[in-house]
């Protein structure tokens, strides 16, 4: 089904503070050339003292708003993906909502790494309904405010930031228009295990002994979660190519969730896609879950890679596991 929505304008905001792999050599038991070698990555970003994820996904998503020429007011919605809530209640997007000074509907999406997917068929799907003309929708994290400095697993791999877009509807429904082609939303729940924070949520309430017990952190077998990720990828971008009638051939360029280069290569290696066409900069942010593909994707598009016309696909797959992709024809900013 093809829904006419384009992105009419997009921001970003990364902390200012850089980890490198070096600054991780001197914290736990690590090499550059182990992190490199396994995941690809140089660097991340950390939230400063003053900076979550509301800050950043309040700056991006003022900064999407003013790229898109409109202002708080023009917005029909918000919709925030993330994993690494502000609090357990309210949701994230109210406390955004308050920064930036809305006046709609606001609500999170979690999926994970796959959030910012999930959150965008969501939006268009909304938009389709003719109720919503300009939707914000926002990835925004702090991952490293849930990751163990001693979990030289898992520290190594995430990072801060968020990207955010207005995607607005209009009318043209010719074969050239811009807008989603395609998707597929995928969720395996019985191995919502590999990848948790167990303690903090209902199930293990905060408490001095989850706090010893190192029970706020998140908690991944990596291993299990990366047999899984290059098989989720592969399916649900073979199931959004095939629902579109195009192949991989026909894509302009590939927008894959930033979790680790082996994933990605492993991944588009199996559906033939080349690496030239695929946008990768987990080298210097690391993962950064629900904001990892809009972090890459708005990036590509201000360096010119991605132009009106093009076929642009985006596939995420984490914590739940989840996974998700889409076929976007890409539109001139409005
Ligand atoms: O968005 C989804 C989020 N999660 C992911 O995408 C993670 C998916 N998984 C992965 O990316 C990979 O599994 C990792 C990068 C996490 C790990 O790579 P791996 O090739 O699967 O390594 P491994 O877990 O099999 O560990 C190999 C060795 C182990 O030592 P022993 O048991 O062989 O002695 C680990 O203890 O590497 C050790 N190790 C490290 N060594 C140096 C684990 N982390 C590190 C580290 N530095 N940071």
Redesign the pocket.
């Known amino acids: 089904m093809f829904i006419p929505v384009t992105f009419a304008g997009w921001g970003i905001a990364l902390p200012e503070r850089r980890l490198t792999n070096a600054d991780?050599e001197a914290q736990?038991?690590?090499?550059d050339e182990?992190?490199v070698s396994?995941?690809g990555i140089r660097e991340r970003r950390v939230a400063g003292p003053d900076e979550s994820t509301a800050t950043l996904g309040i700056d991006a998503g003022m900064a999407a708003i003013k790229h898109a020429g409109l202002t708080p007011d023009d917005i029909d919605l918000l919709v925030l993906a993330t994993a690494t809530p502000e609090m357990v209640v309210p949701s994230t997007s109210s406390i955004v909502h308050d920064g930036i000074g809305l006046r709609c509907g606001a609500f999170d999406v979690n999926a994970?790494?796959s959030g910012f997917a999930y959150g965008y068929v969501t939006a268009a799907a909304l938009m389709n309904t003719g109720m919503y003309r300009s939707v914000l929708l926002i990835g925004a994290e702090a991952l490293t405010r849930i990751i163990d400095p001693q979990d030289?697993?898992?520290?190594?791999?995430?990072g801060d930031g968020a990207a955010a877009c207005v995607l607005q509807r209009h009318d043209d429904t010719s074969p050239s228009a811009p807008g989603v082609l395609a998707w597929d939303l995928g969720c395996d729940g019985s191995a919502w295990s590999i990848?948790n924070v167990p303690a903090g949520g209902t199930r293990l309430p905060a408490s001095a002994e989850t706090v010893a017990n190192r029970g706020h952190y998140l908690k991944?077998e990596?291993?299990?979660?990366?047999k899984r990720?290059v098989r989720a990828v592969v399916g649900t971008v073979e199931k959004t190519l095939a629902q579109a009638g195009v192949t991989a051939a026909d894509v302009d360029v590939f927008v894959p969730?930033q979790?680790?280069i082996?994933?990605i290569e492993a991944a588009i290696k199996r559906f033939g896609f080349p690496t030239n066409k695929t946008v990768i900069n987990l080298d210097r942010f690391g993962?950064t879950?629900s904001a990892?593909i809009p972090l890459a994707m708005f990036e590509a598009a201000d360096q010119g890679r991605i132009k009106p016309g093009d076929l642009v696909l985006i596939a995420?797959?984490?914590?739940g596991m989840t996974w998700a992709s889409a076929l976007i024809r890409w539109g001139a900013k409005a």
């Not at 736990?28 to 090499?31: K, P, S």
């Not at 990596?222 to 990366?226: H, L, R």
């Open positions: 991780l736990v038991d690590t090499t182990w992190i396994r995941s994970a790494c030289r697993a898992t520290v190594v791999l995430f990848l991944m990596g291993q299990e979660v990366y990720a969730h979790a680790n082996r994933i993962n879950s990892s995420g797959f984490g914590a």
